[in-house]
């Protein structure tokens, strides 16, 4: 491999935990700033081959190769047989799985239930999938009782009915 080195960027044109693209000879390379620190990765996800400077940085430190424990929500998406499909959380078992929706249809999301507590969902309605992610960022996601049964679930009208039926209790 080898090394070029180039001047692309001045220390003062980062602020912490920014991210900058440049060019070093005919390689696009990421230049970011975590705590102080510079560090410079290829400017492309590997996985999806998006740009990672128009993403946002989470944690930086795990980017430029530490060991940090991932705090945020695991997801995944992707297109198979011209179905999109979401999956957020992570079950690796699970006592039963929830379906609202409707999977004939490709219109579904699928709670995978530990517990009686969801610990994932999968499906096709994103909508569903982001909310999911946002209540479990937050820790607020209802118990199974609160979906089970229901064809269509509105995560904040399940928190609702359940605080209200451990209040009538």
């Not at 990765?41 to 990672?52: K, Q, R």
């Not at 507590?117 to 479990?136: C, L, N, Y």
Request: net charge negative; hydrophobic share 40%.
């Amino acid at each position: 491999m080898q090394t070029i080195e180039q001047p692309v960027a001045h220390v003062g044109d980062l602020s912490d935990g920014q991210m900058k693209q440049v060019r070093v000879g005919e390689t696009d390379v990421l230049l970011l700033r975590h705590e102080g620190e510079y560090y410079a990765l290829g400017a492309e996800c590997p996985h999806y081959g998006a740009p990672l400077a128009e993403g946002t940085l989470l944690n930086g430190r795990a980017m430029a190769g530490h060991d940090v424990s991932f705090r945020g929500v695991p997801f995944f998406w992707t297109r198979q047989f011209g179905v999109s499909l979401k999956v957020a959380g992570c079950a690796p078992e699970w006592d039963e799985v929830l379906m609202t929706g409707d999977p004939d249809e490709r219109d579904f999301t699928a709670f995978y239930v530990r517990d009686n507590r969801p610990v994932a969902a999968a499906g096709t309605q994103k909508d569903q999938i982001a909310a999911f992610m946002g209540r479990m960022r937050t820790g607020e996601l209802p118990a199974a009782d609160a979906l089970r049964g229901r064809r269509s679930v509105d995560l904040r009208d399940a928190l609702k009915q359940e605080a209200a039926a451990a209040a009538g209790s």
